[in-house]
């Protein structure tokens, strides 16, 4: 499994864009540290040599680089192969479901009645940017918005640095807004410590940032200077996001849903739409109080984007915290993954401005939070070993990517001495790995119970109790 371990800008155009799955989060655009690629009708394009293939890198061909590549969501590692490297230093405290990897969750809104009037469900994601701004915890946040100069129901990326920029991004449009390129606005203005909010194609990329092995950056050819610029795009990104939240999501429309199906179709100018909302069926809240509703399965067959049939993570597996409102109503439902998602968590919930409920509560979320990221798991379409799809790949060990990348060093004509100041500034003051504690790889999902007998319904496991994560830590019942 060696080509695993260094995908090539050839690869990726080839693979994932030419391919049609290419989620559209222009991780790779944000990362190349040549500018090479350009984010074009919602893809990356070559535009550093006119007359060259849509595949052709100069840089990926002569010294080496595809720091690109690295990052995509749509290559191996994908979000199940990095389970290892992302929650082996929390082995013990972490629970395994269909769901992905978590130490506690639980529902949960907010008790800020100025956020709960734009709030998508609990308005948690809201309320928690809020509390980290005013806290110091962050001093920005990356998130999808309607701005003032966007079209109405068209949100695109922003960097908010005020309570009143991070309220107007509540709630979601259900159409696609690559977040990720608003990082690059986050390294203008310099800010340290954001929150990152994201749909899963759009967290696993950050990840990736932060823990693939820098060692694939030294080649034959390349100098120090080249390593440390292209070190630089691979890791600084991700250095300024200080945690990340990751949103459950099916899929997203296009944005013909909105012209054809709402304004058209149901007459309701786009003017008028306050929020948008998916509860089995399409919700569409108008600005004078009324509802309008249509069919969930008539917007998925006529307005899914495709691309959305190549992402098998609902609910946003390797965010330090995730969120969604899948069977609730006015609450959210929290996933808190990482150590770094529990503690932030704790502070915020010592304001007391929050209201929690175990997951035993609510039966009905917790079921169709199975159902659905099995169903997500099961639809993504097999293709090479490159997309990270077939069955039986690998976890992915940064011990391994160092231990190719020095196999690839071999026959190198660098002396010794050459190669060392290489590998120094590919991994500047990081630690270099010395393998990985083994843990989910390979392993059924305790508790499932697998496919059912023919004719037979499903047996979904139970919701944890409080003591077995199905609360928020250190959790007493609150008085109504």
């Known amino acids: 499994m060696n080509e695993l371990h260094h995908h090539s800008f050839k690869d990726m155009m080839n693979d994932v864009v030419d391919a049609g799955s290419c989620c559209e989060c222009g991780s790779c655009v944000l990362v190349c540290p040549h500018n090479v690629i350009e984010y074009i009708d919602a893809k990356p394009k070559q535009t550093a040599k006119a007359k060259a293939d849509f595949d052709f890198c100069g ?278 993954r990482t150590e770094k998602g529990k503690e932030i968590w704790s502070e915020f919930e010592k304001e007391g401005l929050v209201e929690i409920r175990p997951i035993q509560e609510n039966r009905r979320a917790w079921n169709i939070l199975h159902i659905l990221s099995r169903r997500q798991r099961n639809r993504v379409p097999t293709m090479g070993n490159r997309s990270g799809t077939p069955e039986g790949l690998p976890q992915y060990d940064p011990f391994d990517g160092a231990g190719f990348a020095a196999q690839s060093m071999v026959d190198s004509p660098k002396t010794p001495e050459e190669l060392e100041e290489c590998l120094a500034t590919a991994y500047g003051d990081e630690a270099r790995p010395a393998g990985v504690r083994g843990f989910l790889a390979g392993q059924p999902i305790p508790d499932d119970p697998g496919d059912p007998p023919p004719g037979e319904k499903r047996k979904l496991p139970p919701p944890p109790s409080p003591d077995q994560g199905g609360a928020p830590p250190g959790w007493e019942p609150q008085e109504s």
């Open 59 to 336: 840089i990926s061909v002569g010294v080496g680089c595809d720091v690109c590549a690295s990052v995509c969501p749509r290559l191996w590692p994908r979000e199940n192969h990095l389970k290892d490297a992302t929650f082996g230093e929390t082995r013990s405290e972490t629970y395994e479901g269909i769901f992905g990897a978590y130490q506690h969750i639980f529902m949960a809104r907010t008790k800020r009645d100025d956020v709960m009037e734009r709030a998508q469900d609990g308005g948690i994601v809201t309320a928690l940017l809020a509390w980290a701004l005013e806290a110091g915890v962050i001093d920005g946040a990356v998130v999808s918005a309607v701005g003032e100069d966007d079209p109405p129901c068209d949100p695109s990326p922003k960097v908010a640095t005020t309570y009143e920029e991070i309220r107007a991004s509540a709630g979601s449009w259900y159409t696609y807004c690559p977040n990720n390129l608003a990082l690059e606005e986050v390294k203008e203005r310099d800010l340290k410590k954001v929150g990152f909010v994201g749909v899963p194609c759009q967290v696993t990329p950050i990840r990736k940032m932060e823990l693939i092995d820098p060692a694939f950056l030294v080649s034959h050819k390349k100098r120090p200077q080249h390593i440390e610029k292209q070190r630089g795009f691979l890791r600084g990104f991700s250095e300024r996001v200080a945690f990340q939240i990751g949103l459950f999501c099916t899929e997203v429309f296009t944005f013909d849903l909105m012209t054809e199906k709402i304004e058209k179709d149901l007459g309701i100018p786009l003017t008028e739409v306050a929020k948008f909302n998916v509860k089995g069926e399409v919700l569409v809240h108008k600005k004078d109080g009324e509802l309008v509703t249509f069919s969930l399965q008539e917007a998925m067959e006529n307005y899914q984007r495709p691309e959305c049939q190549h992402c098998a993570d609902f609910s946003a597996e390797l965010a330090d915290i995730a969120c969604g409102g899948v069977g609730t109503r006015g609450w959210t439902i929290v996933v808190l």
